[in-house]
DNA sequence: GCAAAAGTGTTTGAGGTACACCCATGC
DNA sequence: GCATGGGTGTACCTCAAACACTTTTGC
């Protein structure tokens, strides 16, 4: 089957960078690729939008497709478009950003083709294409507009320690937060409720348990 | 001449969102479309993609023939792409915003074709394809992004009055400003400085004109 | 008993908000 | 002289930041 236009066009992908935090840490999916070009090289998920899907709905399946995530919070990052990302013609992406709590995400690691890990972000491997910088972008756009209420909702699974959420919070902020002003905070927000069950198993003082209030 | 694919390809275009202030409230660059599809409603500036044009580059392009402006603050806003969003094919547009002041626009206003006119956004007219779902998140994101410093280098003229740069923000915002806090705050930001001149002409005491300092 | 994380209040400074009157000009 | 916008200072309140010790558990 061939598609015929009277001028040219370029492909059109969206790609996805799934944020989530892990050991305390923000993490990124990535997937290894198996083909030309830049095999072997780490990239972000994605794949080419459907001509009859919308862009939010091509994100959300590809995440579905390479995550198992069928519910996260997806938001537009932007379009990346110069004329030599991609080798083989020119391809435009549209970049979303996902973020999804670790216990989640079903990665198909080291299944066959093609692997996916999670990487720390400051640890990322060579990227293929520009995706080293638009993960750059990404990380960026976390960095200034994820609050408190937002990590809490969206990256944390259905239970967590203060300090937990805590980590989580200098995570993707990259900065140290004092842990008094932290919880005093998070009192005034009316954001959380203990769930009356402890954490065992630290050689220290069990934590309380959290969760959302609804 | 015929471009051929073995998948559909959608177009893609850019649109510009070009803002401005006049009279001391917020407005926005709109074209008269002459042809189907919405002939005779009004649309965002734009147009296609070259291949081997950078999105950016394409949006500068568009930006310098339709407002005569070479030299322009532009942002990204997203992209938009409802598979139903034009009826002739299947489109996908990036979205920039452009900032300028008023004085800087040159407008092909009722030279044939196709008219191009200044609206204040509180006053739209009847838009084409999804333009006025466009403009909405572009009105959103000057709304709690511009601060007072983006404003007054990007869309005030080369001198003006501290009302004038109050009017401005006012009309950013859409709130009112205490005059007394504003001018407090910009004393405080060394942002702008005194010319030296005096805005004659109202029945009323001169107002001193500022620039922005180097 | 010691290592390791949990938990808990007060003080201080900066910045934002509210608010009212006199001044210089054109008519 | 009056209408119009230009120009100026103080008091309060809210929120963010700095800061240290006791508690509970595992080993």
């Given at each position: 089957?061939?598609y015929?236009?009277?001028?040219p066009?370029?492909?059109v992908?969206?790609?996805?960078?799934v944020?989530?935090?892990?050991?305390?840490r923000?993490?990124?999916?990535?997937i290894?690729?198996?083909?030309?070009?830049?095999a072997?090289?780490?990239?972000?998920?994605?794949?080419?939008?459907?001509?009859?899907?919308s862009l939010?709905r091509?994100?959300?399946?590809e995440?579905?497709?390479?995550t198992?995530?069928?519910?996260?919070?997806?938001?537009?990052?932007?379009?990346?478009?110069?004329?030599?990302r991609d080798?083989?013609?020119?391809?435009?992406?549209?970049?979303?950003?996902?973020?999804a709590?670790?216990d989640?995400?079903?990665?198909?690691a080291?299944?066959?083709?093609q692997?996916?890990?999670l990487?720390?972000?400051?640890?990322?491997?060579?990227?293929?294409?520009?995706?080293?910088?638009?993960?750059?972008?990404?990380?960026?756009?976390?960095?200034d507009?994820?609050?408190?209420a937002?990590?809490a909702r969206?990256?944390?699974p259905?239970?967590?320690?203060?300090?937990?959420l805590?980590h989580?919070?200098e995570?993707v902020s990259?900065?140290?937060?004092?842990?008094?002003?932290?919880?005093?905070?998070?009192?005034?927000?009316e954001l959380?409720?203990?769930?009356?069950e402890?954490?065992?198993?630290?050689?220290?003082?069990p934590?309380?348990?959290?969760?959302?209030?609804?």
């Amino acid at each position: 089957m061939a598609y015929t236009y009277d001028h040219p066009h370029p492909a059109v992908t969206v790609d996805i960078v799934v944020f989530t935090v892990k050991a305390g840490r923000l993490a990124a999916v990535l997937i290894q690729r198996a083909e030309w070009p830049h095999a072997g090289k780490w990239a972000l998920p994605g794949g080419f939008v459907d001509i009859d899907e919308s862009l939010k709905r091509a994100a959300f399946r590809e995440l579905r497709e390479e995550t198992g995530l069928s519910a996260a919070y997806l938001e537009q990052l932007g379009a990346f478009g110069r004329p030599d990302r991609d080798p083989r013609e020119r391809v435009i992406t549209v970049v979303y950003i996902a973020l999804a709590p670790a216990d989640r995400l079903e990665l198909q690691a080291g299944s066959d083709a093609q692997d996916a890990r999670l990487f720390y972000v400051e640890e990322l491997p060579e990227l293929a294409f520009d995706h080293a910088r638009i993960i750059g972008h990404a990380i960026e756009r976390v960095r200034d507009r994820l609050d408190t209420a937002a990590i809490a909702r969206r990256l944390m699974p259905k239970s967590f320690t203060l300090s937990e959420l805590q980590h989580a919070c200098e995570a993707v902020s990259g900065t140290p937060i004092d842990k008094r002003n932290f919880r005093k905070k998070l009192a005034a927000l009316e954001l959380v409720e203990a769930t009356g069950e402890l954490l065992q198993g630290g050689a220290h003082r069990p934590a309380k348990l959290f969760r959302i209030k609804p």
